[in-house]
């Protein structure tokens, strides 16, 4: 009786690696591969390189000389601008970083009121415009005088993103599905939200105008009448070519 029980005690062992070899060769039958990143990227190059609408600064830099404390007429105009843009497009206030502890120190301050006069003139509140000091790093260049603003923009990208072969190999598995590569179509989306006036555009359509009462009312008179309801110019015959040379 005592042998027998202590030969089932010394097989108990054997059978319990057999019993969890066995559970993990099932268990590994029962695995689900990994995520295949190819896979999950969208066909579509909408999808996969979205424009997104953020914040972005926009900036102007003027450069002052150390003998000159006005702005030139070609820095005014680019003031004036900066003020123009910011009444259509600002979301912020607008920063103006003056430089400190440099050749040109003095007559950048001096510059700064001249600016924050065209900014005000050009539509930009007392308030919205807000003065700090700065120390370049190099104390002997030229420092400028820093104006930004936040705005809102449409980005895309960024580009020249390869994470697979073009060609057939083994990191590129999707090759023979007759996919488009992954950086297809960001450039096409990066430039369109540089180019768009306004970024709201992408989403929603702007309001509508009231119709022209008057000449709708005129043209529908003229097509009851049976009349031509095209425009009719006396001097259109002016912009004619001659007919000298035929």
């Known amino acids: 009786m005592t042998n027998a029980v202590s030969i089932g005690r010394g097989r108990s062992p054997l059978l319990s690696v057999a019993l969890a070899v066995l559970s993990v060769m099932l268990g590994a039958c029962s695995q689900t591969p990994g995520t295949i990143i190819t896979g999950s ?26 003998a000159r404390g006005n702005l030139t007429v070609t820095q005014r105009d680019d ?10 497009e600002g979301t912020g206030a607008i920063v103006v970083n003056v430089p400190v502890d440099t050749p040109n120190a003095r007559p950048a301050a001096a510059v700064y009121h001249e600016v924050r006069s065209v900014l005000v003139a050009g539509g930009v509140p007392a308030r919205a415009i807000t003065m700090y ?10 420092a400028p005088i820093k104006l930004s603003y936040t705005r809102i923009a449409a ?20 090759y023979n599905e007759n996919k488009p590569y992954y950086n297809f179509g960001c450039a096409n989306q990066r430039n369109l ?35 031509a309801t095209s425009t009719s110019y006396p001097d259109a015959d002016k912009a004619k070519l001659s007919d000298a040379g035929k």
Request: glycine share 8%.
């Open 155 to 174: 980005t895309a990208g960024p580009c020249g993103l390869w994470p697979d072969d073009l060609g057939p190999s083994v990191d590129n598995p999707g």
């Open 41 to 66: 990227v969208p066909d579509d190059y909408r999808e996969r390189h979205p424009i997104a609408i953020t914040e972005a600064n926009q900036s102007l830099v003027v450069f002052v000389g150390q």
């Open 79 to 88: 003031v004036m601008g900066l003020a123009r843009n910011w009444v259509r």
């Open 193 to 227: 939200a540089a180019m768009v006036d306004n970024p709201s555009d992408l989403v929603q359509p702007r309001a509508e105008t009231p119709a022209y009462t008057m000449r709708r009312t005129e043209g529908f008179e003229k097509y009851r009448k049976g009349e």
């Open 133 to 142: 000091h700065y120390h370049p790093v190099d104390l002997q260049a030229l």
